[in-house]
């Protein structure tokens, strides 16, 4: 059988990646007691009194919605909820395998982000975090920003923001070992959706030296009139040379190549026009915007994919478990910015000087190692910033 029909063969059996199992004993009339009624009401009457004390008895602390609208799935586009579920599950399985959080998927029937966000908001007394999954742009930034600002525990959508971070630090990693420096980089990223726009604004935030984003309609550049709004506000901060045309004439001198955009849309000759010691994370996926071989080919000395089967793997599953750990534990308010370069860093030291190479910039998605330091590192950022609450 190949992937697919293995995939489908698997999923049967499963009938689902989740189950729900009970920490405490029901087997004697004294467990029924103490569970649940009459014992239950005094735990009850405490939360009354104080709602916080709803993490001391019970697990909210430790739980996870993971939300979506299925209009942006993977690289199936709009599947609609139901057809949804098995990554959101997919999801859930990670949370619990690599952080041992408990992950609730929740597919909404609704694309109007009103409705979205009243949803989230009305149920997320019920969880210590929210993590937004494959709800389409620019949809899914108006929905973050107004859930963080309704929400009193982290919301967070990890397609944005779990794509920064990674990107953050294969680019530490790459300007070590390349000696370059991040504050004098020209960097180029191709596409401006929701991962792209969360990219650069992260890597602003660091001071990034210049910054150019390109779209299918050309390059970013402060009152382009094909920019949405969300574009809009970045492009203030971007191509501060007003460099007009496609990729071609954005990459030139380029640093680096950063994809979050479609298959084979980056040519060797394209990479060739760029600077010395050229960094390329073509991360668009299965097919990235340029092959490793073909990228090496026209002079790139660092090339990272979205791939498992390539060297220098950016894939999100390095950061989000951790972030929420470190957010959990914690008992923050929000995930920020200085938690998301927090993990960022973590993630890169993980490689020590040593293993730096050109094929070895990212430890492996694998890495338990990673999940706890990326949570320390969150954690330590959450109370230095002022958003912890224990």
């Known amino acids: ?141 108006e929905i973050e920003r107004r859930l963080k600002e309704k929400c009193d525990i982290p919301v967070f959508h990890d397609d944005q923001h779990g794509t920064a971070v990674v990107v953050l630090a294969a680019l530490i990693n790459a300007c070590r070992l390349t000696g370059k420096d991040m504050k004098k980089l020209k960097v180029v990223i191709n596409g401006a959706g929701a991962a792209a726009l969360a990219v650069a604004k992260l890597l602003i935030s660091v001071g990034i030296g210049e910054l150019i984003l390109c779209d299918k309609y050309g390059l970013l550049y402060k009152g382009n009139p094909e920019m949405n709004p969300e574009q809009a506000k970045v492009a203030e901060l971007c191509n501060p040379h007003m460099i007009k045309g496609g990729l071609t004439e954005g990459i030139k001198g380029a640093d680096v190549f950063i994809g979050v955009s479609a298959p084979n849309c980056l040519s060797a000759e394209q990479v060739s026009l760029m600077a010395d010691k050229a960094i390329v994370f073509a991360m668009a996926n299965p097919v990235p915007e340029i092959m490793p071989d073909e990228a090496k080919k026209g002079g790139a000395f660092v090339v990272g994919t979205g791939r498992s089967d390539y060297p220098n793997q950016i894939n999100n599953v390095l950061a989000f478990p951790g972030i929420f750990r470190g957010a959990l534990d914690v008992r923050a308010s929000d995930i920020n910015e200085e938690m998301k370069i927090a993990a960022a860093t973590a993630i890169a030291d993980l490689v020590s000087p040593e293993e730096l190479s050109p094929d070895y910039i990212m430890p492996p998605s694998f890495s338990m190692t990673a999940h706890k330091k990326v949570a320390e590192a969150v954690s330590r950022a959450a109370r230095e910033s002022g958003v912890a609450r224990i």
């Open 1 to 141: 059988m190949d992937i697919k029909e293995r995939a489908l063969k698997a999923h049967e059996e499963w009938r689902g990646k989740l189950t729900i199992n009970t920490k405490c004993p029901i087997k004697s009339a004294e467990d029924l007691t103490i569970a649940y009624t009459p014992g239950v009401a005094e735990p009850c009457l405490k939360i009354k009194e104080d709602k916080d004390l709803q993490y001391k008895y019970t697990g909210r602390g430790n739980t996870v919605a993971v939300i979506t609208d299925g209009t942006a799935v993977l690289g199936l586009g709009d599947i609609g909820p139901e057809a949804g579920m098995p990554v959101m599950e997919g999801k859930c399985a990670l949370f619990k395998a690599f952080a041992d959080i408990d992950a609730f998927p929740i597919c909404i029937r609704s694309k109007d982000p009103d409705e979205i966000v009243r949803t989230v908001e009305l149920i997320a007394g019920s969880f210590g975090g929210i993590n937004l999954e494959d709800i389409s742009a620019p949809r899914c930034i």
